[in-house]
């Protein structure tokens, strides 16, 4: 169905319901389901015109015919979704509205919900088209006045972003990857309540099964406490989270459920410089030295992967690499003899936004790689930011490339083909190994397979950053944090000294009577929240109990003064509630319109994460001359008359800037290399997410290279998230992705021969 017909229809099911509705008496449910229906016209309207205008012109910005993809495409892709349910929705209930079967309140609660996510969506098509005014032709990264691209950020991450973390959770991405969505959200607002609380290890995440539960059933509730998390915990907390993966229960689970291989065998390289010949002249030699960065010389960990047992993996020398991890579960079965060397090798590069994550989270689909490629895969384990900031990381999967080069025979391979891989931040340093190992006149791998790959970290805008607002796992502020830490700009935990972020070792060392301990206290906490919800309901003037021992981040957040609608549970407020809590008027009229909702939106928070701080101290200097209020106000000239979108009203405790010049390197912002230097790259392999906020940094990258004249081949999977690798087993479709990035390692290890 085009574009103007799904509109057509679901404006005629929306007048219809509006009518039936308005013609059920004075009721509130009915005045409420009359008045959603009246936005959803009054928003669909406003939106179509605006999604055909970037729907016209969005071909101009693809690779070329065969990969029509965008961020313009990606997010008219993403209107068309939350369009399509309300159409399906609105059919649903005007063939059931009349039934006594028809569960009102929980029509009420997902119509009200899309419609704050369509609001939303109809500012990103007019931030889309504000780009598109702007912008140089063809480009899809902004690149016009600094102060110009740091108000249209600063208005941009003001949005509420509630909205798509409640009940419309994921609705842009196939359903099978929802219920894995829904689980994390459930359990990153859980961490977040006991994180900074005092407890280590695995109480945190023990505590979080018990407290979880009412926000598993109270979509609305979770929505806003993901938001306050989102916007408010500094990269330590994402940098947690993202390592419980990391405990040695989990990913035993993990390895359990993957492929079962021969050789798994974390070795540490030792800092020792070694000389590699040039390609130029090999009777020339250029000597590598260890990593220098921040923290001077130090071991560089890898790990090992492969399915067969080859000559070269049980000698004397590499022996003396391993390091020990503890006991392993056993996975070999005994072969009679060893394999021959590989003429093959895949050296790998893990992501995690470049602060967390090892090759151990990434073991399970590495180990698939080796069973379907029949080569040995060397995945490096680099130091992570902001302990160890920008050039460290590089540093380190340089000189662990060059000793994989170098000492190919040990890894079980004879180096014939030797492929770069990675996924995320981990194809960014694919990109920047590659370029370091041409200034160095070393070899180069015959070829790299990055997976949506971050190539461009400068403070910027384009129109699948967008999409950050509603992408659960890459929001816009931990895009931010990451890229911070990876400069340097965010060195030191805030915490308080008793209350660190959670390390490796403290995930996974726990004394058993605290751990007890942390367990009946979450079950406590758990019932009580229950009977907490029933106190509410039994007894609304009652007043809660504080928590006498602790408070944890997201309670204080949320232990805000009683307003006009008093303290009942999120979930049964309407939307024109919800926007009640963020004003001190009420409007006066009650119907549920965006129009209405938008007179009482929240002032746009001052804070800006993307601000660079030589913009911050203009914007201090000049608060005379021009407020905040003021600029923003000219940024929305754009919108329609009477079209505002909700504002969110939690600001960030302090800015997370991209904050250092650093980030216009090319070593660390591979778009931004001149073509002298992308020039010199090997063939390039781009497996990029329609639905990605990274999607521009895959699609810009591959038109650089193709218009130098470079081999470079740009794949794009629909209806998936960033990260679908480390999902490879989850379901169908993220096992076809994974399925497309080993099919480009396999073009490179095995290129196909000339035609006869």
Same mark, same amino acid.
């Given at each position: 169905?085009?574009?103007?017909?799904?509109?057509?229809?679901?404006?005629?099911?929306? @007048?219809?319901?509006?009518?039936?509705?308005?013609?059920?008496?004075?009721?509130?449910?009915?005045?409420?389901?009359?008045?959603?229906?009246?936005?959803?016209?009054?928003?669909?309207?406003?939106? &179509?015109?605006?999604?055909?205008?970037?729907?016209?012109?969005?071909?101009?910005?693809?690779?070329?015919?065969?990969?029509?993809?965008?961020? #313009?495409?990606?997010?008219? /892709?993403?209107?068309?979704?939350?369009?399509?349910?309300?159409?399906?929705?609105?059919?649903?209930?005007?063939?059931?509205?009349?039934?006594?079967?028809?569960?009102?309140?929980?029509?009420?609660?997902?119509? =009200?919900?899309?419609?704050?996510?369509?609001?939303?969506?109809?500012?990103?098509?007019?931030?889309?088209?504000?780009?598109?005014?702007?912008?140089?032709?063809?480009?899809?990264?902004?690149?016009?006045?600094?102060?110009?691209?740091?108000?249209?950020?600063?208005?941009?991450?003001?949005? /509420?972003?509630?909205?798509?973390?409640?009940?419309?959770?994921?609705?842009?991405?196939?359903?099978?990857?929802?219920?894995?969505?829904?689980?994390?959200?459930?359990?990153?607002?859980?961490?977040?309540?006991?994180?900074?609380?005092?407890?280590?290890?695995?109480? +945190?995440?023990?505590?979080?099964?018990?407290?979880?539960?009412?926000?598993?059933?109270?979509? =609305?509730?979770?929505?806003?406490?993901? @938001?306050?998390? +989102?916007?408010?915990?500094?990269?330590?907390?994402?940098?947690?989270?993202?390592?419980?993966? =990391?405990?040695?229960?989990?990913?035993?689970?993990?390895?359990?459920?993957?492929?079962?291989?021969?050789?798994?065998?974390?070795?540490?390289?030792?800092?020792?410089?070694?000389?590699?010949?040039?390609?130029?002249?090999?009777?020339?030699?250029?000597?590598?030295?260890?990593?220098?960065?921040?923290?001077?010389?130090?071991?560089?960990?890898?790990?090992?992967?492969?399915?067969?047992?080859?000559?070269?993996?049980?000698?004397?020398?590499?022996?003396?690499?391993?390091?020990?991890?503890?006991?392993?579960?056993?996975?070999?079965?005994?072969?009679?003899?060893?394999?021959?060397?590989?003429?093959?090798?895949?050296?790998?590069?893990?992501?995690?936004?470049? +602060?967390?994550?090892?090759?151990? *989270?990434?073991?399970?689909?590495?180990?698939?790689?080796?069973?379907?490629?029949?080569?040995?895969?060397?995945?490096?384990?680099? %130091?992570?930011?902001?302990?160890?900031?920008?050039?460290?990381?590089? &540093?380190?999967?340089? #000189?662990? #490339?060059?000793?994989?080069?170098?000492?190919?025979?040990?890894? !079980? *391979?004879?180096?014939?083909?030797?492929?770069?891989?990675?996924?995320?931040?981990?194809?960014?340093?694919?990109?920047?190994?590659?370029?370091?190992?041409?200034?160095?006149?070393?070899?180069?791998?015959?070829?790299?397979?990055?997976?949506?790959?971050?190539?461009?970290?400068?403070?910027?805008?384009?129109?699948?950053?967008?999409?950050?607002?509603?992408?659960?796992?890459?929001?816009? %502020?931990?895009?931010?944090?990451?890229?911070?830490?990876?400069?340097?700009?965010?060195? @030191?935990? $805030?915490?308080?000294?008793?209350?660190?972020?959670?390390?490796?070792?403290?995930?996974?060392?726990?004394?058993?009577?605290?751990?007890?301990?942390?367990?009946?206290?979450?079950?406590?906490?758990?019932?009580?929240?229950?009977?907490?919800?029933?106190? $509410?309901?039994?007894?609304?003037?009652?007043?809660?109990?504080?928590?006498?021992?602790?408070?944890?981040?997201?309670?204080?957040?949320?232990?805000?003064?009683?307003?006009?609608?008093?303290?009942?549970?999120?979930?049964?407020?309407?939307?024109?509630?919800?926007?009640?809590?963020?004003?001190? &008027?009420?409007?006066?009229?009650?119907?549920?319109?965006?129009?209405?909702?938008?007179?009482?939106?929240?002032?746009?928070?001052?804070?800006?994460?993307?601000?660079?701080?030589?913009?911050?101290?203009?914007?201090? @200097?000049? !608060?005379?001359?021009?407020?905040?209020?003021?600029?923003?106000?000219?940024?929305?000239?754009?919108?329609?008359?009477?079209?505002?979108?909700?504002?969110?009203? $939690?600001?960030?405790?302090?800015?997370?800037?991209? *904050?250092?010049?650093?980030?216009?390197?090319?070593?660390?912002?591979?778009?931004?290399?001149?073509?002298?230097?992308?020039?010199?790259?090997?063939?390039?392999?781009?497996?990029?997410?329609?639905?990605?906020?990274?999607?521009?940094?895959?699609?810009?990258?591959?038109?650089?290279?193709? *218009?130098?004249?470079?081999?470079?081949?740009?794949?794009?999977?629909?209806?998936?998230?960033?990260?679908?690798?480390?999902?490879?087993?989850?379901?169908? =479709?993220?096992?076809?992705?994974?399925?497309?990035?080993? &099919?480009?390692?396999?073009?490179?290890?095995?290129?196909?021969?000339?035609?006869?």
């Amino acid at each position: 169905m085009d574009l103007r017909t799904m509109t057509q229809s679901l404006v005629t099911l929306a @007048e219809d319901n509006m009518a039936f509705f308005s013609s059920q008496g004075p009721g509130e449910t009915a005045r409420r389901l009359s008045g959603v229906f009246a936005g959803v016209r009054e928003q669909a309207l406003g939106l &179509e015109p605006t999604l055909g205008r970037l729907l016209s012109v969005a071909h101009l910005f693809d690779l070329d015919a065969e990969t029509p993809a965008n961020g #313009y495409r990606s997010l008219v /892709h993403t209107a068309r979704c939350c369009l399509g349910h309300l159409l399906h929705k609105s059919r649903y209930v005007a063939s059931n509205r009349r039934s006594i079967f028809f569960r009102t309140s929980h029509n009420l609660a997902e119509l =009200e919900a899309y419609l704050a996510a369509l609001t939303q969506l109809r500012a990103l098509a007019y931030y889309a088209q504000h780009l598109l005014a702007t912008n140089q032709p063809g480009r899809l990264f902004f690149e016009g006045d600094e102060r110009l691209i740091a108000d249209f950020l600063h208005e941009y991450v003001t949005l /509420h972003k509630g909205c798509f973390y409640g009940r419309c959770l994921g609705f842009q991405f196939t359903p099978a990857i929802r219920p894995f969505l829904q689980t994390i959200s459930i359990g990153l607002v859980s961490f977040g309540e006991h994180y900074k609380r005092n407890e280590t290890g695995l109480s +945190v995440t023990a505590s979080s099964l018990f407290t979880g539960g009412r926000f598993a059933i109270d979509p =609305e509730l979770r929505g806003a406490e993901f @938001e306050r998390i +989102v916007q408010n915990l500094d990269v330590h907390f994402w940098k947690a989270f993202w390592n419980i993966t =990391e405990i040695q229960v989990l990913s035993s689970l993990a390895n359990m459920a993957s492929a079962t291989v021969r050789v798994s065998r974390l070795l540490s390289l030792p800092p020792t410089a070694f000389e590699m010949p040039l390609t130029a002249d090999p009777k020339v030699t250029v000597t590598i030295s260890p990593p220098l960065a921040h923290t001077g010389p130090g071991p560089v960990l890898v790990r090992l992967i492969s399915y067969d047992l080859r000559e070269g993996q049980d000698s004397e020398a590499l022996s003396r690499l391993v390091r020990s991890e503890g006991p392993r579960s056993l996975e070999l079965r005994s072969r009679p003899q060893q394999a021959p060397r590989s003429r093959c090798l895949v050296v790998h590069i893990h992501g995690g936004g470049f +602060v967390a994550q090892t090759s151990k *989270s990434h073991e399970p689909y590495l180990k698939s790689w080796a069973q379907e490629l029949g080569a040995p895969i060397l995945s490096i384990d680099y %130091s992570l930011a902001p302990e160890a900031p920008f050039p460290r990381a590089l &540093e380190e999967c340089f #000189y662990a #490339y060059c000793w994989a080069v170098k000492h190919c025979a040990l890894l !079980g *391979s004879t180096g014939e083909r030797i492929c770069l891989a990675g996924d995320s931040a981990g194809g960014n340093l694919c990109f920047t190994v590659s370029l370091r190992a041409a200034a160095y006149g070393v070899r180069l791998p015959d070829g790299i397979m990055a997976a949506y790959p971050a190539t461009m970290l400068q403070a910027t805008a384009s129109p699948s950053r967008l999409l950050s607002l509603m992408d659960p796992l890459l929001p816009l %502020s931990i895009l931010s944090k990451c890229v911070s830490a990876y400069a340097g700009g965010e060195t @030191e935990d $805030h915490s308080d000294s008793g209350q660190k972020a959670l390390g490796m070792m403290g995930l996974v060392q726990r004394d058993t009577a605290v751990l007890f301990r942390d367990l009946r206290l979450g079950a406590s906490s758990w019932l009580n929240s229950f009977l907490e919800l029933s106190g $509410h309901k039994s007894h609304p003037n009652s007043v809660p109990i504080a928590e006498p021992m602790r408070c944890s981040v997201s309670e204080t957040a949320l232990a805000q003064p009683e307003g006009p609608l008093g303290t009942d549970s999120l979930k049964g407020l309407t939307l024109h509630d919800l926007s009640l809590r963020g004003s001190s &008027e009420t409007p006066d009229t009650p119907e549920l319109s965006l129009s209405a909702e938008a007179r009482g939106y929240s002032t746009p928070s001052a804070i800006n994460f993307l601000l660079r701080p030589e913009v911050a101290s203009e914007e201090s @200097e000049a !608060g005379a001359e021009l407020s905040t209020k003021d600029r923003v106000q000219g940024l929305c000239a754009a919108f329609p008359e009477g079209f505002h979108p909700r504002r969110s009203s $939690h600001g960030a405790k302090r800015m997370t800037p991209y *904050s250092s010049p650093i980030v216009k390197n090319p070593f660390m912002s591979p778009l931004l290399a001149p073509d002298g230097m992308l020039q010199i790259l090997p063939p390039v392999h781009i497996v990029a997410c329609a639905l990605d906020p990274m999607l521009d940094d895959s699609v810009m990258f591959a038109r650089r290279l193709r *218009s130098l004249g470079q081999p470079v081949t740009l794949r794009v999977v629909e209806d998936l998230p960033h990260g679908f690798l480390s999902l490879a087993a989850l379901c169908h =479709e993220t096992r076809q992705a994974a399925a497309l990035c080993v &099919e480009h390692i396999r073009l490179v290890l095995n290129p196909p021969g000339p035609p006869v």
